[in-house]
């Protein structure tokens, strides 16, 4: 079945504690991005990579790393997490045509205590 | 001015009507334009795509794009329960530096049985 899979689901973690989160797509897509959405403020995205070692900043970078290794994997990292980082984090991927269409993750809901 | 303005609702509907879904954006390079519908703690999913003027109807979707006013609009015929979520429109610019979509807050629907 082709799909995003991201992990974990829930994650609760307390200030300044590094922590990892997964996305892998199956479908061989050469895009890939980071959203989280917050209330009021919609879906923003925070990092995409248009290919392997590729990547470049969206709208809300600061307090976020990224890497992509592998076509497959996109990880998003967050190196000393703050409370302000407490949101639902998508990871979403397509082919890389104009047009295409986005395929997301189940979704990751973070808290930062 | 936000990019992607949606009123964020609730719109409420009873069973069996139309229900009318309007967003705005304020980028005239966007090309091309999407709807997501959104389930309350799932992640988006994709159901109409509409890349020019007029009017383009799958099953009970039809979206409207208007180039010159800045608006594109989501109606639903014959709604049902199973439609209550939020609505988000989308847009992108490919031709920009960020290749990225664009997310309105989307709006919330009920319809009531």
């Known amino acids: 079945e082709a799909q995003v899979t991201q992990n974990p689901r829930y994650l609760i973690t307390v200030t300044g504690k590094k922590l990892t989160v997964t996305c892998s797509q199956n479908?061989?897509?050469?895009?890939m991005s980071w959203y989280r959405q917050d209330p009021g403020l919609g879906l923003r995205q925070i990092y995409y990579?248009?290919?392997?070692?590729?990547?470049d900043k969206g709208d809300v970078p600061e307090g976020y790393k990224v890497s992509r290794k592998e076509k497959r994997n996109f990880p998003l990292i967050l190196e000393s997490p703050s409370p302000n980082q407490t949101s639902l984090y998508f990871c979403a991927s397509r082919l890389q045509g104009t047009n295409e269409k986005l395929f997301f993750g189940s979704g990751t809901q973070l808290s930062v205590l | 001015q936000k990019e992607v303005e949606q009123n964020s609702g609730p719109l409420s509907v009873p069973e069996g009507a139309i229900a009318s879904l309007n967003c705005t954006y304020s980028d005239r390079g966007s090309q091309s334009f999407f709807w997501y519908r959104q389930y309350s703690g799932k992640s988006p999913e994709l159901i109409m795509s509409?890349?020019?003027?007029g009017d383009k109807e799958d099953g009970r979707f039809t979206a409207q794009l208007n180039k010159a006013s800045q608006y594109v609009s989501l109606l639903i015929r014959d709604s049902q329960p199973s439609d209550s979520a939020t609505y988000l429109c989308a847009l992108s610019n490919y031709g920009g530096a960020t290749n990225k979509l664009i997310f309105g807050t989307g709006t919330l629907l009920a319809v009531q049985p």
């Open positions: 509409i890349y020019s003027n």
């Open positions: 479908m061989n897509h050469e895009y």
């Open positions: 990579s248009m290919n392997v070692e590729v990547t």
